[in-house]
Each structure stands twice: as C-alpha cells, then as structure tokens.
C-alpha cells in the first residue's frame, strides 16, 4: 500500500498535523535561510523535498524506498516562523523526523502528542531530533510506548559554499583509475552490501538516492565496471554512503570523492552542504575537519526495537 494512501485514509480536518505542499516549503526555505548555518539540516532536508516534489508525488506508486517515500507535515495552527515540521517515512524504513525553531518546542510536543498519523505500535521505528529539543521528544515518546534506545549523537557538520568552491582536488589519480558517476543499475548492489547501516530495504534506499541526487566513484581499469570507493546524496541531501575497499584504502580517495561530491552539488543546486558524522567515528571526523567542515548542531536518534 502506498504512503500518501495509507496516511490519507488517516487524515482528517480534526489532526493537528496537516500535509505541506510546495508552496509552504518555499516559505520555510524563506524564513530558515535566516538560521543558517545552525540550522542547515532543516533547511537542505526540506530543499531536497522541495526540489524533487513533483517526481516523488508524481511517483509514489514506483517508489521502492520508503526512506525516500515520506511527506511533510505541519502544526495546523502553528505559526509559520516557528517552522514546526515532521517528516514521516513509509512503514518497511519508518523514520518520524522531527524540526522546529521555537525554543520552548511547544508547538512539537503538541504535534507528538496528538496526531494520530505515528504509527507508535510498529515494530521498529526511528525518531531524529535536533540535539536542543531531545529531552522534550525523550520524555513523551516514552510515554507512548516503551521499547526505546538512545543511539550515538551525531555532530551536524557544514561547509559554504565558498569553501567547497575553494576545494582543491589535489591527489593524482593513478593512470588506471578514474571518476565517474553510479549508475543505480550497476553499482547499487556492491553500495548497500557494503553500508554499515544495511537492512533489508538498503538497496533500494541506495538506488533511488543515486536516482534522485546522484553520486560519484572512483573505478579502476582493473575492477570489472565496480567502483574501488563510492559516495552518493541521500534523502537528507548529504553525501553518504562512503566507502573504500579495503584493498584501496589509504590513497586519499575518500577525501578526493567527497570534495569531488560537494562541488557537483553546489555547481548545481547552489547551497552550503552538510553531513552527519557521529562523535565515535573519528576517521570520518578528521576527514570532514581536514575539508573545512564545522560542527553547527547536533542530531539525536531514539529507536524503537519492541512491538
């Protein structure tokens, strides 16, 4: 069953949640251009959507991925300024993500407690937050059901667009290996066998990224048409998915690929660009530092694991 029909026989005129179409989300985009870089993961998620709202509903009956199969919604009475926002996923990757600039979070907590559109029975089911309204999220989640764990912190970590337009892709790359975009055909196997986050629904979640946004590897002459390290732009418009062989480690083709990556993004979409890096991850760390990369804002993650 699809998204949009599941969560349409739900909805009615008495939810306090009511679904954004595309000309709020230009007005959001408006007011959060005001917050950034803090707020930067609000603003180039909802672009993402924004970008791509009339081929995602245009196509949810082909959407595979249900991580990309999600819709936003608002406070039906809250204010526009307070961007008070929930973004809810298809049920095989259910994903509630949630945002607001208002500092009392007053207008999230009503949306949690009172839509009927949360699953909250699901078997699994993740939450994201910014770091600043988690206690809040934490205290009425656990209310609704039990079952949650608390997943590591992830630093919200930016870059302008004037440093990736400064990037300097300064490793020189063997004669027998070049650059080249993924093909979702091809290479969206090897992407999700290789993810440290793989389930079951990955390979679709990878390949409808590649769709959307693209991606970029490293292939060399040798690898029978595979790439040797990888990268492509998920639903939250950031790279992700970065990976190198192991064989193919320690030649600086992560950080010649990601560098590649932002310019291709900011060439074309004209934004500062962003990416999750947990604090645990010290390698991904250094290597978002050494590009120019600065913490702004945290994320938290609740996941339920008990049905």
Known sequence: MLLNSKITAMTSNSDILTECDKAFLTSLLDILKKHLPREIRGYNTIYNYWYHYDKINGNRANLRSDRWNFQFYRHRYGKAENCTLISISG??????????????????????????????????????CNEQHFDLVKGIVQKKCDGWILLPVENIMWISKEKV????????????????????????????????????????????????????????????????????????????????????????????????????????????????????NANSLKLHEQLGFETVNRLTWLEKTTS
């Open 91 to 128: 049920l095989k990757d259910y994903i509630i993500g949630l945002f607001t600039l208002e500092p009392s979070g007053t207008e999230l907590m009503e949306c949690i407690q009172e839509t009927k559109l949360i699953n909250w029975q699901h078997k699994f089911l993740d939450i994201m």
């Open 165 to 280: 337009d400064k990037l300097e892709l300064n490793v020189t790359l063997p004669s027998d290996v070049h650059v080249a975009p993924l093909s979702s055909d091809k290479h969206s196997e090897i992407i999700a066998d290789h993810w440290y986050y793989k389930s079951e629904n990955t390979f679709y979640l990878v390949k409808e990224s590649i769709e959307f946004n693209g991606g970029l590897g490293i292939f060399r002459r040798s690898s029978n048409g595979q790439p040797i390290c990888w990268l492509a732009t998920n639903e939250f418009f950031t790279p992700g998915f970065l990976y190198t062989i192991e064989s193919e480690r320690r030649k600086g083709f992560a950080k010649y690929l990601l560098a590649a990556e932002l310019k291709r993004l900011c060439i074309q979409h004209g934004l500062d660009m962003y990416s999750y890096v947990s604090n645990g």
